[in-house]
């Protein structure tokens, strides 16, 4: 008789009375708009006024850094171009490292094709860079962050990075002050590599604390910030209400009941208020991945999740009738779900054209959870090569992108399909990101409780390696995929129209980095997770 498992997940910390109170002041709050409009003048004004280039550089960084990147996208572009055609990228023998590598990331972050080139005269001879710079922090700092937007190939970014972090972890403990928090930051996780919404508060605070920080820049980002909060409270507020209506966990009680984790990962994937039914789609789309898994990792057996596969390959209820009645219930949610999905995309006239890309999804991703349960089934651990091959798919990344392609694609629906695979490279990098992100956070819970062996178990017994030099291969693995999803950018000039999905995809892979930073963010509730959402969902900066 099959046993079914159990992952001890703990009760939902978010009550629904408590999302449901969520009321951000500035949402409605008479003046604001006019508040802002005035400060996004003033702002304009001082990119028209900066006239050195690397004041002019350091401006744009702290814009971007502090959330304000689409209030001013035009601006920044024209002063980027400005600071290309006075100086062609040369600056003084005392600011060149530090100012290059600001110019080098800033101008590929927008999308120029710039050389590494561009920071080979940092090298001394052909093997390591200049050790004179070791002693300006700030530069390998900038030094490390530029190293991140490489390409594959690029060895001068890859001896960058190894250099740079080098000395910054040789000399951060004897660091203070902002040098100490900045190094301490790049080093934890690169800026590239992070949601930038999910930084701001700790970006602005650092501002805050510099001397020569522009007032209404500040006050533009801190309101900006308030903003568009209101505008995300308002959609978790109504997902948190769908989720209770629903009332799929009074037939599901195993699963994970993480409705504000998926909505954070899903904000993490867009952030701006017109895209509110993107997120509140995928956020439905992410907790029906975590009732799906768990209907694979824990509850079905072999002969059940055939049965369910089966009906979700030809999207039939007939075939669930013997199963038991939760795997039902999941079914027939899950069906609704994706009819409402496709509608919310298509409306009247198209939804069942989109209808069948996202039924196609979810069979691709339940096909993949189902390999992985025959593998446990017979007790196999696939070597590393046959274990990536399937979890690019069960890591959830094709069935997310799918689904965000029709909200942000802005193309022909004949076109979807062709689209999807011609950028099938970067679906599979962000894909690879999301699985072994997960696995380097999860696979010990998971072994404990017996599931199908991780990333990490499959090359420490193909390889016969320690924990730690698996750790490091799936680590190298993740720096390599960083760099297929880099291709894609930069030089967005050949198609622009496929850049809001460029930008959910990157995001989506630095949503993963976030939620598996310090641990299982989507399991384990508390900790690093509960701060990330209060600081974010929750909390409004303080406005004089």
């Known amino acids: 008789m099959h046993q079914r498992r159990s ?15 969520l009321n951000n002041k500035y949402d ?22 900066e006239v050195d280039s690397i004041a002019k550089l350091e401006l744009i960084d702290s814009m971007r850094k502090m959330g304000l990147s689409n209030l001013f996208d035009n601006e920044m572009k024209e002063a980027l171009e400005t600071v290309v055609s006075t100086n062609n990228g040369i600056f003084t023998v005392e600011d060149h490292v530090y100012a290059s590598a600001l110019r080098f990331r800033l101008l590929r972050q927008h999308g120029y094709v710039v050389s590494q080139d561009e920071l080979r005269s940092f090298k001394e001879g052909s093997n390591t860079f200049n050790r004179s710079n070791r002693e300006d922090i700030e530069a390998m700092i900038e030094l490390l962050e530029a190293s991140n937007l490489a390409l594959q190939g690029e060895d001068i970014l890859d001896e960058a990075k190894a250099f740079s972090t080098g000395v910054l972890r040789e000399r951060v403990s004897g660091l203070d002050g902002q040098l100490s928090k900045l190094a301490v930051h790049a080093l934890e996780l690169p800026m590239h590599w992070r949601i930038q919404w999910f930084d701001i508060k700790w970006q602005i605070d650092l501002y805050e604390q510099q001397e020569d920080k522009r007032s209404n820049l500040l006050e533009l980002a801190k309101l900006n910030f308030n903003t568009v909060q209101a505008t995300h409270q308002r959609d978790l507020r109504e997902i948190s209400r769908w989720w209770r209506d629903l009332g799929l966990l009074e037939q599901v009680d195993f699963t994970r009941d993480r409705p504000v984790e998926s909505f954070l990962y899903a904000l993490g994937l867009s952030q701006e208020p017109q895209f509110s039914s993107l997120r509140k789609s995928l956020t439905k789309v992410i907790i029906f991945i975590l009732v ?38 999941c079914f027939q949610a899950l069906r609704n779900v994706t009819h409402e999905i496709a509608y919310d995309v298509g409306k009247e006239e198209d939804w069942h054209r989109v209808l069948p890309h996202l039924t196609k999804a979810w069979l691709d991703f339940c096909k993949a959870l189902l390999t992985e349960a025959r593998w446990d089934n017979l007790g196999h651990t696939p070597s590393l090569e046959e274990y990536l091959s399937n979890a690019w798919t069960s890591s959830s990344g094709p069935l997310l992108l799918s689904h965000a392609y029709f909200f942000v694609g802005h193309m022909n629906l004949e076109d979807a399909a062709d689209l999807l695979e011609r950028n099938k490279d970067l679906i599979y990098n962000v894909s690879m990101i999301i699985r072994l992100c997960n696995d380097l956070r999860t696979s010990k819970a998971e072994v404990d409780r017996g599931d199908a062996p991780s990333s990490v178990v499959c090359y420490m017994r193909e390889k016969n390696v320690s924990e730690d030099v698996a750790r490091e291969h799936i680590k190298g693995l993740i720096n390599r995929a960083w760099k297929g999803i880099n291709a894609h950018c930069f030089d967005n000039d050949k198609t622009p129209f496929l850049r809001p999905f460029v930008d959910v995809s990157v995001n989506t892979a630095r949503a993963a980095h976030m939620i598996y930073q310090f641990g299982d963010g989507i399991g384990v509730q508390e900790g690093d997770i509960g701060q990330q959402i209060l600081s974010t969902l929750i909390e409004p900066l303080a406005l004089d």
Do not use: H
Not at 9 to 14: A, E, L, Q, R
Not at 300 to 326: H, K, V, Y
């Open 292 to 329: 799906i898994d768990d209907v694979y990792d824990l509850y079905g057996s072999l002969e059940e999740l055939e049965c369910f596969t089966g009906a979700i390959t030809r999207w039939d209820s007939e075939q669930i009738l013997q199963l038991p009645e939760c795997m039902k219930v």
């Open 28 to 49: 409605l709050e008479e003046g604001n708009e006019a508040r802002a409009e005035r400060l996004v003048e003033d702002v304009k004004q001082l990119l028209v006024e």
């Open 7 to 21: 992952a001890n997940y703990k009760p939902n910390i978010w009550k629904y009375d408590f999302l449901r109170s």
